[in-house]
């Protein structure tokens, strides 16, 4: 099992930048795949963006431009950097891993887009 808590959601305006933060309770480096995931009010949960643990980087194309993937090993910590934030990025952003051919979530962190 993995335990995953993120931090650093909030209000920001459009424009703005936030990064979230997914801390461990394994060792990152043991884990292929991490990462984040949204879902908006009446929407389906999806994929932001991942990073394996060759640090290669997959983003969504609503996103890829704009926000950044990063695992830090010594930490045991994945961040996600969002720049130039939109109203539509407004959602609870997931940290997600696949550890042990299954699914880990955290628990969530609200982010919200408006002036």
């Known amino acids: 099992q993995v335990q995953l808590v993120e931090s650093g959601g909030g209000l920001v305006q459009p424009g703005g930048s936030l990064r979230l933060s997914c801390v461990a309770s394994k060792k990152i480096s043991d884990i292929y795949l991490m990462g984040w995931y949204r879902q908006a009010p009446g929407k389906e949960r999806e994929l932001v963006a991942r990073?394996?643990?060759?640090?290669?980087?997959n983003y969504a194309d609503s996103v890829r431009g704009r926000f950044t993937i990063s695992r830090d090993n010594t930490k045991n910590t994945v961040y996600l950097q969002m720049d130039s934030l939109k109203s539509e990025d407004t959602a609870v952003y997931y940290c997600?891993?696949?550890?042990?051919?299954?699914?880990?979530w955290g628990q969530g962190t609200q982010v919200t887009v408006s002036s």
């Open positions: 990073i394996t643990s060759g640090d290669w980087p």
């Open positions: 997600n891993a696949l550890y042990g051919n299954k699914d880990h």
